[in-house]
Each structure stands twice: as structure tokens, then as C-alpha cells.
């Protein structure tokens, strides 16, 4: 997952929804001070398609 990977608590479904779809879309969860200046991950699970969409080339994302 990366280093600054902190798991959802094991009960919040829609967060641990987010972290798959990101998974699945190519985002890494990497350190912070490496990598550039990439947008903050979504906070909520209703903001990832669109995060998605808007970040083809962000710094964390190894695959589109």
C-alpha cells in the first residue's frame, strides 16, 4: 500500500471502499516529502470519481 497507509477502522465499509477504488486506479499511498505535490486523497468515497478523473498524472499514481 505505501508507507503513509493508515487502514480505516475495520467496520467503516465506505472508507475501505476508497482505498480499494484508489488501489484499483493505480494511487499509492507514499510518503509525504516524496513524490511531489500531487492533490490530497479524497476524504470521502462520493469525491473519488471524480479525484480520479481530474488526476491522470499525479504523482502517486503509478498506472492509469
Known amino acids: 500500500m505505501g508507507r503513509s497507509f493508515k487502514a480505516p477502522k475495520m467496520g467503516d465499509l465506505k472508507q475501505w471502499e476508497k482505498v480499494q477504488r484508489l488501489w484499483?486506479?493505480?494511487?499509492r499511498f507514499g510518503s509525504l516529502g516524496q513524490g511531489?505535490?500531487?492533490e490530497r486523497f479524497p476524504d470521502k468515497l462520493g469525491e473519488v470519481d471524480?479525484?480520479?478523473?481530474?488526476?491522470?498524472?499525479?504523482?502517486?499514481?503509478?498506472r492509469g
Open 36 to 38: 511531489g505535490d500531487g
Open 50 to 62: 471524480d479525484f480520479i478523473r481530474r488526476n491522470p498524472d499525479h504523482p502517486w499514481r503509478v
Open 24 to 27: 484499483d486506479s493505480g494511487f
